[in-house]
């Protein structure tokens, strides 16, 4: 029985995971945020300490990640112990856009991406999926905002935090992150070809839900 793949491309903050958990959960798909497996490798590297593009080369094979899905939650495993949580910092999310440019990282998870789609339903968010990933999926979306806006729906989903950085530093490092990640020579973030864009600049949560829902319909035979 053939799969269907649904790939969700876009600059850091667009909202993709967000957007992509909520859509997954409602079709019963699987939802893979394949930038939670680079921000992996990122924080292994910084708990170890390693900098150099060959040495955190030589550290991949001491790297083991896994998804498990945990009452429709994708969760992170990092050589056993689940690090959902510690992934998500703005030191670890620079650091994920730094090795994720290394091109045997992205072939260490390039294998574990293609195997979950070839063998579940998948909604997957990331920044090549689209490109690289997934060249062949049923469906292509790149979602986008402003930096400002997407600056200011992260500054509100940190602001009650006690560490929560100002507005100001969330856009500065949202507009060097775009930099980063359109300019870096392997599989560089932009839009597919084939991919439907949506701008949801001046479009709530729900509003983009129900829009993306449509367009599945519409394009796609899920009976």
């Known amino acids: 029985m053939k799969t269907i793949n649904i790939a969700i491309d876009g600059p850091a903050g667009a909202g993709k995971s967000s957007?992509?958990?909520?859509?997954?959960?409602?079709?019963?798909?699987?939802?893979?945020?394949?930038g939670a497996l680079y921000r992996t490798v990122?924080?292994?590297?910084?708990e170890h300490e390693i900098k150099d593009d060959k040495d955190i080369i030589k550290n991949l094979e001491?790297?083991?990640?896994?998804?498990?899905?945990?009452?429709?939650?994708q969760c992170v495993y990092l050589n056993g112990e689940n690090v959902t949580d510690n992934i998500r910092t703005p030191e670890i999310s620079m650091e994920a856009s730094r090795v994720s440019a290394i091109?045997?990282?992205?072939?260490?998870?390039?294998?574990l991406q293609q195997k979950i789609a070839k063998e579940n339903n998948v909604i997957m968010d990331?920044?090549?999926?689209?490109?690289?990933?997934?060249?062949?999926?049923?469906l292509k979306i790149f979602l986008t905002a402003s930096p400002e806006e997407r600056a200011s729906r992260r500054y509100m989903e940190l602001q009650d935090k006690p560490d929560c950085p100002p507005y100001?530093?969330?856009?500065?490092?949202?507009?060097?992150?775009?930099?980063q990640d359109t300019h870096r020579k392997i599989a560089p973030l932009k839009q597919a070809s084939d991919a439907i864009l949506l701008d949801t600049t001046d479009m709530g949560f729900h509003e983009v839900c129900k829009e993306v829902i449509e367009l599945i319909e519409n394009q796609l035979d899920l009976d």
């Not at 957007?19 to 394949?34: C, N």
């Not at 091109?103 to 294998?111: C, G, K, N, Q």
């Not at 100001?168 to 930099?179: K, N």
């Open 19 to 34: 957007i992509a958990k909520e859509i997954s959960s409602e079709l019963g798909f699987i939802y893979v945020d394949t």
């Open 42 to 46: 990122a924080l292994y590297m910084c």
């Open 62 to 73: 001491k790297i083991d990640i896994s998804l498990r899905f945990i009452g429709g939650t």
């Open 103 to 111: 091109p045997e990282v992205r072939e260490f998870l390039f294998d």
């Open 126 to 138: 990331g920044r090549d999926i689209g490109t690289v990933v997934l060249p062949d999926a049923d």
């Open 168 to 179: 100001e530093e969330i856009l500065s490092d949202i507009i060097a992150r775009d930099y």
